[in-house]
T-cell receptor
Framework: DADVTQTPRNRITKTGKRIMLECSQT?????MYWYRQDPGLGLRLIYY???????NKGEISDGYSVSRQAQAKFSLSLESAIPNQTALYFC???????????FGQGTRLTVV | SQQGEEDPQALSIQEGENATMNCSYK?????LQWYRQNSGRGLVHLILIRSNEREKHSGRLRVTLDTSKKSSSLLITASRAADTASYFCATDGGNTGKLIFGQGTTLQVKP
């Protein structure tokens, strides 16, 4: 089983719909991240969390919200999806003091 | 804006040749990391170099870090077709603890 699991792997949704992307990890790491990847733009940080009670905005948080339900779970929500949120989304984890990150396999989201 | 900027954006070489990718960053760092991404997959950590290190090796990988120039390079020696992937540098943003990625270099190794 993967250490960092993202669900769903692929999703097509309509403009205006609310959608949640989920991430769970079995690595026991305290830090979790959500990134968005667009062609030619690399990975951009949406939100990050250093523990259950610590949530921080990244570079591009507008239009997104997150929830850290437990140390092992970090969800990303799009409250009202729009087409320019079509992208590949990655969840990652790391352990404080060691910033090596471990990535999930990604969620390909298409907003039509 | 992105912390890391990578150069070149794309690189195509023959199997057996060396590949060099460069990364520049803007703020102070504690460490810099390189990751590999096969097409559409999650990123995989390759190597980490700390701010007090100048060079680090791992197998066919050699990473250098010049903190005075705020730059790093990744050298892959004796490349193989299986090295075809995108490579990203990432910095820890100093004391922020968050990981900021560059735009990546797409490497194609032709057999």
């Amino acid at each position: 089983d993967a250490d960092v699991t993202q669900t769903p792997r692929n999703r097509i949704t309509k403009t205006g719909k609310r959608i949640m992307l989920e991430c769970s990890q079995t690595k026991g790491h305290d830090r979790m991240y959500w990134y968005r990847q667009d062609p030619g733009l690399g990975l951009r940080l949406i939100y990050y969390s250093f523990d259950v009670k610590d949530i921080n905005k990244g570079e591009i948080s507008d239009g997104y919200s997150v929830s850290r339900q437990a140390q092992a779970k970090f969800s990303l929500s799009l409250e009202s999806a729009i087409p320019n949120q079509t992208a590949l989304y990655f969840c990652a984890t790391s352990r404080s003091g060691y910033t090596e990150a471990f990535f999930g396999q990604g969620t390909r989201l298409t907003v039509v | 804006s992105q912390q890391g900027e990578e150069d070149p954006q794309a690189l195509s070489i023959q199997e057996g040749e060396n590949a060099t990718m460069n990364c520049s960053y803007k703020t102070s760092i504690n460490n810099l990391q390189w990751y590999r991404q096969n097409s559409g997959r999650g990123l995989v950590h390759l190597i980490l170099i700390r701010s007090n290190e100048r060079e680090k090796h791992s197998g066919r990988l050699r990473v250098t870090l010049d903190t005075s120039k705020k730059s790093s390079s990744l050298l892959i020696t004796a490349s193989r077709a299986a090295d075809t992937a995108s490579y990203f540098c990432a910095t820890d943003g100093g004391n922020t603890g968050k990981l900021i990625f560059g735009q990546g270099t797409t490497l194609q190794v032709k057999p």
